[in-house]
């Protein structure tokens, strides 16, 4: 398969499985996963035609990892990113003392005021690496990495998370834990 063509499946995919499952009728069950077989006929019926193949593909080589099956083989969900209410049964884990964020300026005075929030997401986003934070904040622009006191906030009760895909969530980061780079 082309990269052209991954890159459009592996969009769809991100579309329904964290955003908008019901524009394609299907809706996730808990901790985000859907049928296999459903999804699959979903999309076929909106218009991507995609064997079982293809979409192990997908999963197999997205470069972020973003999709995964469950032990069956017959389950597959968003390893995170989600807007739609859905608990990914993640358990609390103790972050690394030191996570970033990338982002870019003009979120800084907001940031600076209120901290990091979830915004249209379930959790803010954060990364074990610069190099991770600053592709994400290029995202947007001209990346700003901002450092983030995981170990402090951890000793103070905050919960940290990690994806399957090693994407750090929190609830929030007060502005107090942030240092800009
Ligand atoms: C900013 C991609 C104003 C925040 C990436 C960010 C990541 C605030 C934006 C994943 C704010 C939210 C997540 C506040 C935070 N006021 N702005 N108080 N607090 N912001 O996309 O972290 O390709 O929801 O800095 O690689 O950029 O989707 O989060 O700029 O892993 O798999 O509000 O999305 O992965 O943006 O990115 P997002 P994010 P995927």
């Keep these: 398969m082309n990269e ?11 579309l329904h499985l964290r955003h908008a499952p019901d524009q394609i009728g299907i809706t996730l069950g808990p901790g985000g996963w859907v049928p296999v077989e459903e999804l699959l006929s979903a999309l076929a019926r909106h218009g991507l035609t995609l ?16 999709f995964a099956f469950d032990d069956t083989g017959t389950l597959i969900r968003a390893n995170q990113g989600h807007s739609v209410e859905v608990d990914l049964d993640l358990p609390v884990t103790a972050p690394p003392a030191v996570l970033y964020h990338g982002t870019v300026d003009r979120f800084l005075p ?3 005021q209120d901290g990091l ?41 905050f919960e940290f998370r990690v994806s399957a895909n090693g994407v750090w969530l929190a609830d929030t980061v007060p502005p ?3 240092t800009r780079l």
């Design 110 to 112: 907001a940031i600076e």
């Design 4 to 14: 052209t063509k991954k890159v459009r499946i592996s969009k769809r995919l991100s």
């Design 117 to 157: 929030k979830p915004m249209q997401r379930h959790h803010v986003h954060l990364s074990p690496t610069v190099d991770t934070a600053r592709a994400v904040g290029a995202r947007r622009g001209k990346p700003v990495i901002l450092r983030v006191d995981a170990a402090a906030m951890a000793a103070a009760g």
């Design 51 to 66: 064997t079982r193949a293809d979409l192990d593909e997908v999963v197999a080589t997205s470069d972020k990892k973003r």
């Design 176 to 178: 107090t834990y942030l």
